[in-house]
Structure formats: structure tokens, C-alpha cells
């Protein structure tokens, strides 16, 4: 089904995946709950895809005068860059996140100027349009583990950092379903094979630390989730059986990266380190899925391959600071 451009497809009783058609299809999605006459919304997608969940509201039957929360896991920007904006057409819902990530929600030029530094201005503005800042007496810091009601629905915040500093998931208790922003990592769907998805990290820029995804994998696992609902892409059944392909792209991304520093030669090393990531990928895919061509692998995985090799490269340049400091 689609509206405006957005297609969904229903996940549950309570809930709605939404693809807000960032990049290609089926590759970036946000959620709308529902319980009880109240609406909440995890991740929103760009600000550029807010009218088509505007129009999705009123075709499902709601109003946005519903929508009491707006939840983004994190705050880059195919996942919260159409927050703000969304608040502006809520007039009753507030704006909760990560402590971490909220200030930059409220005054997002350094977010916006952080974003064109990875993209490319032609490239941020196609892509995310400007942002609106949300007005800071609408929202809420949230504390790890924090209830939100939700109607007769009861979910929580996890603090869960990893791929970011300032990432959480929100747990479902009713449905054990758990809405994991990028702390799941990416699952595309044209990558199935015979049931069996295939996972693989995703390390962009800025804060890419495996040891805290980790643990924030332990965490989330222990709260025994039926369902993961991924924003890149879509939801995924029995993710306690899948999470070992998670971590094991975790820690091949950072064997990758590590090779690299112990090379010692950082010219051109984010290069590098795409083609070692695009190749890894190949790799495995010809095990998992041995149907896909390369060139169908390559144009799936470009754009994050390239996406991950400069978090990657932050991360190093971060390690060989720290250790400076250190020896200093």
C-alpha cells in the first residue's frame, strides 16, 4: 500500500511499517504505533518525507492531534532529520530521545552541518532538506530503561550505543516487539536466501565503538524480543537466532579497520577500506546467497559500504588520538 509516495505494510495489530523512500525502496523505514486512540511514531525519516506521514495518518482513520510521541532512536538524519518538523504538525505530542542526541534536535545547525560534511551539500539537500528545530518546552530526555505509556501499551527506552553514542531502541511489551533504529544492524530484503536473512553493520560516522554494540546486543537480546523492527529494513522474526551474523560483521568491520592501523600508512586508508569492506561483503554473500551477481551486490551495498568506511576511519583517528594522549 502506499500514500503520497510512502508505502507501509501493516506489522502487527498496533503497528505500521513505513517506507519513507529515502535512497531506493525498501531501504530506510520508520514506524507508527497505535493503541487505544494514541499514536506514537519511531524514527520519522527526513523532513522531506513528513507531508506523505502527515497524509498516512488521515488515510489510516487518525488525526495528528493522536500522535502523542515522537521517538527517534538517534539523531542522524534518515532517522530524525524530519523530527522537528513532524512536532510542528502534533500539536499534542512530545519529542523524546536519547540525552545525547535531543540537544541536536532542538538546535540541529550542527547536525545539519555535520550531515553536509558527510554527504555533500547537493546531496543533503536532495536527499534531507533543511531542518526544523523542535521546540525544546515539547520534548523529553530519556533515561535508559524509561516506561512510556502508550494507550493500554507499555513500552521502554534502552540506551543501547554502539553504532552511536546516543542510540536506544524502544521495547514493546505486549508484543515483544523491538524497535531497533541501527542497533540491528542492516537487513535488506532482496538479500534473503531460502528464509535465511543476511546481516551486516553498520559503522557510519562518528561514534562506531564494538565493544559498547556488544553489550548493547546483550542487553537487547536479554529482553528476548519475538521481533526486531529494523530501519534499514523492515521486521525481522527470531532475531536471538540471527544475532550472531550481527556480531560477527561487528567484529569483521573492526578486524578491517585494525589491519589498517597496524599497516601504519593512512594515505588513502578510508579507501582502503571501502574496497576491504565491499570485498568482505562479497565474500560472505557468495556463501549466503550464492544466486547474486557482483554487480547487483555492489549497486545494494555502495552507498553504505562508503558510508561505513568513513566511520570506520573516524574510529581510527579517534584510537590514535586516545593513544597520543596517552604516550603524552
Known amino acids: 500500500m502506499a500514500t503520497n509516495g510512502l508505502a507501509y505494510e501493516v506489522t502487527d495489530a498496533h503497528s505500521w511499517c513505513i517506507d ?10 520508520c514506524y507508527l504505533l497505535h493503541d487505544d486512540g494514541e499514536l506514537a511514531f519511531i524514527d520519522t525519516g527526513t523532513r522531506n ?28 538524519l534518515d532517522h530524525a532529520g524530519g ?10 505530542a512530545t519529542l523524546a530521545t536519547h540525552a545525547r542526541g535531543l540537544p541536536h534536535l532542538i538546535d540541529p545547525s550542527r547536525l545539519q552541518q555535520g550531515a553536509i560534511a558527510v554527504y555533500g551539500r547537493e546531496t543533503f539537500e536532495h536527499a534531507f532538506g533543511s531542518l526544523i528545530p523542535a521546540a525544546e518546552n515539547r520534548c523529553h530526555v530519556l533515561e535508559d530503561g524509561e516506561p ?11 540506551d543501547t550505543p554502539g553504532h552511536a553514542n546516543h542510540h536506544g ?15 540491528f544492524g542492516l537487513h ?11 546481516l551486516m553493520a553498520t559503522t557510519t560516522p562518528v561514534a562506531f565503538n564494538p565493544e559498547s554494540w556488544m553489550k548493547s546486543l546483550d542487553k537487547m537480546m536479554a529482553m528476548q524480543p519475538n521481533l526486531v523492527c529494523l530501519t534499514h529494513f523492515g521486521p525481522l522474526q527470531q532475531p536471538i537466532k540471527w544475532q550472531q551474523q550481527l556480531r560477527d560483521s561487528i567484529h569483521r568491520h573492526a578486524d578491517i579497520a585494525l589491519a589498517e592501523e597496524r599497516s601504519g600508512d593512512t594515505e588513502g586508508r578510508m579507501q582502503r577500506l571501502a574496497r576491504a569492506l565491499m570485498e568482505d561483503a562479497l565474500s560472505q554473500l557468495r556463501q549466503h546467497h550464492p544466486g547474486l551477481s ?7 551495498l555502495a552507498d553504505d559500504i562508503k558510508l561505513n568506511s568513513q566511520g570506520l576511519e573516524i574510529w581510527l583517528i579517534r584510537r590514535a588520538k586516545k593513544t597520543a594522549a596517552k604516550s603524552g
Open 20 to 29: 519513507t523512500g529515502l535512497n531506493r525502496p525498501r531501504h530506510t523505514a
Open 49 to 76: 518525507n513528513v507531508a506523505g506521514l502527515v497524509q498516512l495518518i488521515q488515510q489510516l482513520g487518525f488525526s495528528t492531534d493522536q500522535v502523542r510521541w515522537i521517538l527517534p532512536t538517534h539523531v542522524h
Open 169 to 183: 531502541c524502544f521495547f514493546d511489551y505486549e508484543s515483544a516487539s523491538l524497535y531497533t533504529g541501527d542497533s
Open 83 to 92: 523530527a522537528g518538523a513532524l512536532l510542528s504538525h502534533c500539536k499534542n
Open 188 to 198: 535488506y530484503r532482496e538479500l534473503d536466501y531460502q528464509g535465511v536473512p543476511w
Open 294 to 300: 557482483r554487480a547487483s551486490i555492489e549497486q545494494l
Open 148 to 158: 512510556l505509556a502508550l494507550g493500554k501499551r507499555h513500552l521502554s527506552f534502552i
